[in-house]
């Protein structure tokens, strides 16, 4: 099956420092998808690509769809101590908007103030 | 924007009980419901996909039989865990989906089976 390899597993950091993560997959996806998950609640969708190639911002976080459709990377400028949470992955290689979707593993950031 | 309520939010049940998990999209028809399961610090893992009106796609290694999925309209399906066992304790979460949207996700429900 479809497998996603995301990282780092965690980040510990100083507010204000960048963040960058990454997914790399086996398999090409046709959408590529970045949530935020904080403790005891549903992900929350924060970017989401279609094309690859595409680089798209959403605030301070921008993201990519990379051109060989086998991986993404997610980065956060000037973290802030609400940044705080798990960041996940998410991979779609069906064509329809509600076909399921395979997640990365997860990297957990923590910030310091 | 959409929303996807679930309910309970958090259940305690004795091993061999059954519970039932609801999951409603409040302000929109879901043309699809997926139900996934969370472990401390794991990733999401796509348990079914149910459709209204049709039987669930179970992912590979998923009972069937014990967790029964109920799609019984556009805005609610059921998740129910069958005799439940200390190893069923989980965080699940259902998303709904809809044509040209990406899924909307649940707050979750945290089962604990003592």
């Known amino acids: 099956g479809q497998q996603l390899n995301q990282s780092p597993q965690s980040m510990f950091i100083q507010e204000g420092e960048d963040v960058s993560m990454n997914c790399t997959s086996s398999s090409i996806f046709n959408t590529w998808l970045w949530y935020k998950q904080e403790p005891g609640e549903g992900p929350v969708l924060l970017i989401a690509l279609y094309k690859a190639g595409e680089l798209t911002s959403n605030g301070r976080l921008t993201a990519q769809f990379g051109i060989t459709r086998k991986d993404s990377f997610l980065n956060i400028s000037a973290s802030i101590p609400s940044d705080v949470g798990i960041y996940f992955c998410?991979?779609?290689?069906?064509?329809?908007?509600?076909?399921?979707?395979?997640f990365g593993q997860g990297t957990i950031l923590t910030v310091h103030p | 924007g959409a929303v996807v309520s679930q309910h309970p939010s958090r259940v305690i049940c004795k091993s061999g009980t059954s519970v039932k998990i609801e999951c409603r999209s409040l302000?929109?028809?879901?043309?699809?419901m997926f139900w996934y399961r969370q472990f401390p610090k794991q990733s999401l893992m796509l348990m079914a996909t149910?459709?209204?009106?049709?039987?669930?796609?179970?992912e590979q290694g998923v009972e069937k039989d014990k967790f029964l999925i109920n799609h019984a309209s556009l805005t609610l399906s059921t998740l129910t865990v069958t005799s439940a066992h200390p190893e069923d304790s989980s965080f699940y979460i259902c998303?709904?989906?809809?044509?040209?949207?990406?899924?909307?996700f649940g707050p979750g429900t945290r089962l604990t089976v003592t």
């Open positions: 149910s459709n209204e009106g049709s039987k669930a796609t179970y």
């Open positions: 998303s709904a989906g809809t044509v040209g949207n990406e899924q909307y």
């Open positions: 998410a991979g779609r290689a069906g064509g329809t908007s509600y076909g399921k979707l395979t």
């Open positions: 302000d929109f028809q879901a043309t699809t």
